[in-house]
């Protein structure tokens, strides 16, 4: 469903919703009244609504709220991660009226060259009109880069053509949502700031799981991540960037990168820190180090750490490494021979009649099944 699963536009995001009440509980949802309601509901809001109901007392750790109480949201949040093989970070807000999106890694876009994307369906009549030179001009967003910053008014462009941020008439209302997307961010401490990866080896580490590591955070650090996150699709010269990829905060280091990654111009003169980066203790920031130089110098080192990385016994950050294999096209190819030899073995099975499981095995296969084909190499047919 192109524009709709996955995506943080109005029309991947907005779900029907009815809400029954008998006679008897009426006394407990005092703050609707009529047949309908305009109020900002989200998913997180329904555990804490059914808590109220049942009156127990709503953990802080909550975000969500009561919808049913009289005091209404403000705003709505929305959120994309990974999604199988296919990484990304994008964040919404919505008043009512005006969406705001944020795509963290704007570089990529929206339709991955990934197996996901070529399911069948609606995708083999988008990649045949494509193909053809026959894409309408809103289905070519989709494979193009996307903008950082999105704002619609959903009751003037339902449709959401018209990005509206760049607008110096609007410009209020891009703070307004902006804000406050950074202050829920941070008060929520946003794991996909600290990406799969990161947050995942420092929960294995502590021996805790992901809330206590990313409540571990300092707000002081936690703003940090995101300033250097939010700088990626921003950056006009590498000098802003240089000082981040020697911080002592994981997730910062990683978000440089990102930064050179989406960086437009060359990025020759950095090269050398970059292949420093390939010893990097955590992962995540070795293989995207790694996916950065190959793109840049088909560097060998590069290949070895990648190939390496491959090879780890933890299922997440092989997943991080095979992600950046898929991303480098043709380019992957000297990695062939260990993939097919080494590491699909590990992972196949009777899934789709190719991967050991639903999980982790099956995301890194088919993002390793995509790099075959990106290569030239024919995968079998999922059954």
């Not at 199988?84 to 060259?113: K, T, W």
């Not at 399911?119 to 193909?131: H, P, Q, V, W």
């Not at 010269?237 to 280091?253: K, M, N």
């Not at 699909?344 to 075959?372: C, H, T, V």
Request: charged letters at 25%; hydrophobic letters at 40%.
């Amino acid at each position: 469903m192109p524009g709709h699963k996955r995506w943080l536009d109005n029309a991947g995001l907005q779900v029907p919703f009815i809400l029954h009440v008998p006679d008897k509980y009426q006394h407990l949802v005092e703050g609707i009244s009529g047949a309908t309601s305009d109020r900002l509901v989200s998913f997180v809001d329904f555990a804490p609504t059914t808590l109220a109901l049942a009156g127990v007392n709503i953990p802080e750790m909550m975000e969500g709220r009561d919808f049913l109480s009289k005091e209404e949201s403000k705003y709505v949040f929305g959120y994309r991660d990974r999604a199988d093989d296919c990484y990304e970070v994008a964040r919404s807000v919505y008043d009512g009226r005006y969406l705001y999106i944020r795509h963290f890694m704007p570089q990529l876009p929206y339709y991955q060259n990934a197996l996901i994307f070529n399911k069948g369906g609606s995708y083999t009549e988008m990649n045949r009109l494509r193909d053809a030179g026959e894409l309408p001009d809103a289905a070519k967003k989709m494979f193009a880069t996307k903008p950082v910053e999105i704002l619609y008014d959903l009751q003037e462009d339902p449709l959401e053509q018209n990005n509206l941020a760049s607008n110096p008439e609007f410009e209020n209302k891009v703070a307004e949502l902006a804000g406050e997307l950074d202050e829920w961010m941070i008060q929520n401490r946003d794991t996909g700031l600290l990406t799969e990866g990161i947050m995942m080896q420092q929960a294995n580490q502590s021996n805790s799981n992901v809330y206590e590591i990313s409540r571990a955070y300092s707000t002081a650090s936690f703003t940090e991540v995101l300033k250097v996150a939010k700088m990626v699709g921003k950056i006009t010269q590498l000098s802003e960037v240089i000082p981040y990829l020697e911080s002592e905060i994981d997730a910062v280091r990683f978000w440089a990168l990102i930064g050179i990654d989406a960086y437009e111009g060359d990025i020759g003169k950095l090269t050398v820190k970059i292949q420093e980066m390939l010893s990097d203790e955590v992962p995540a920031v070795s293989s995207k180090a790694a996916e950065i130089l190959i793109k840049y110098e088909e560097n060998q080192v590069a290949y070895k750490v990648l190939g390496e990385l491959l090879l780890l016994e933890d299922e997440v950050q092989v997943l991080q490494a095979a992600i950046s294999v898929r991303r480098l096209g043709a380019k992957a190819k000297p990695l062939i021979p260990i993939i097919t030899k080494e590491i699909l073995p590990k992972y196949s099975g009777e899934i789709w009649g190719r991967y050991k499981n639903w999980s982790y095995p099956m995301f890194i296969g088919m993002a390793l099944d995509q790099a075959q084909l990106n290569c030239g190499i024919n995968v079998p047919t999922k059954k």
